[in-house]
């Protein structure tokens, strides 16, 4: 069974960081590109960031570019995302998803349930 | 960055009909396009990929088609479990995007 854990959000103040973990089993990690997705409160599903199965390939969305970073470890079956200068913006559950696809995309086909982040002073 | 615009957003509809939901990209990404459907308090679902390959246990009942800049998803029988939000997703280029959302609602 396909099972995707996220862990390391909370509460943080404007500007400072925080780091994401997703913990995969169930599945050959190292086969897939995997997600972050985040919604905020209320509002619909916002695309933020992608790895290829080697790390060869990252992209991330406008609104993240040059603030967050994505990484995996696949020895360890984990993808992080690292958020630093973080605003109240960013303020949303994120969501780890595992794609179909090893290099390109083909849909996010297994979710976590998400760890929230709250971004206020 | 490509901008993805579903219409409507909202939709009332009573079990048994038949709804379409459309998704436009502002530029033109082949069939790289998926939607999803989302549950209050849930993870999101996909229903189908490359723009019409139905992902694996959904029902037969959704569809999707187009290409190029214009899709639709389609729900031929509506049943009470597919009250939910829709979202299409391009998957043609970094960055990524979400569609606005679909609220599909009870009459």
């Known amino acids: 069974e396909v099972q995707l854990v996220e862990s390391g959000g909370g509460l943080v103040q404007p500007g400072r960081s925080l780091r994401l973990s997703c913990a995969a089993s169930g599945f050959t990690f190292d086969d897939f590109v995997m997600h972050w997705v985040r919604q905020a409160p209320g509002k619909g599903l916002e695309w933020v960031s992608g790895?290829?199965?080697?790390?060869?390939?990252?992209g991330y969305a406008d609104s993240v570019k040059g603030r967050f970073t994505i990484s995996r470890d696949n020895a360890k079956n984990s993808l992080y995302l690292q958020m630093n200068s973080l605003r109240a913006e960013d303020t949303a559950l994120y969501y780890c998803?595992?794609?179909?696809?090893?290099?390109?995309?083909?849909?996010?086909?297994?979710w976590g349930q998400g760890t929230l982040v709250t971004v206020s002073s | 960055a490509i901008r993805m615009t579903q219409s409507p957003s909202s939709l009332s509809a009573s079990t048994g009909d038949r709804v379409t939901i459309t998704c436009r990209a502002s530029q033109g990404i082949s069939s790289y396009l998926a939607w999803y459907q989302q549950k209050p308090g849930k993870a999101p679902k996909l229903l189908i990929y490359a723009a019409s390959t139905l992902q694996s246990g959904v029902p037969s009942r959704f569809s999707g088609s187009g290409s190029g800049t214009d899709f639709t998803l389609t729900i031929s029988c509506l049943q009470s479990e597919d009250f939910a939000t829709y979202y299409c997703?391009?998957?043609?280029?970094?960055?990524?995007?979400f569609g606005q959302g679909t609220k599909l609602e009870i009459k």
């Open positions: 997703q391009q998957y043609y280029s970094y960055p990524y995007s």
């Open positions: 790895i290829s199965w080697n790390s060869g390939s990252t």
């Open positions: 998803a595992k794609d179909r696809g090893r290099s390109i995309s083909s849909g996010q086909d297994y």
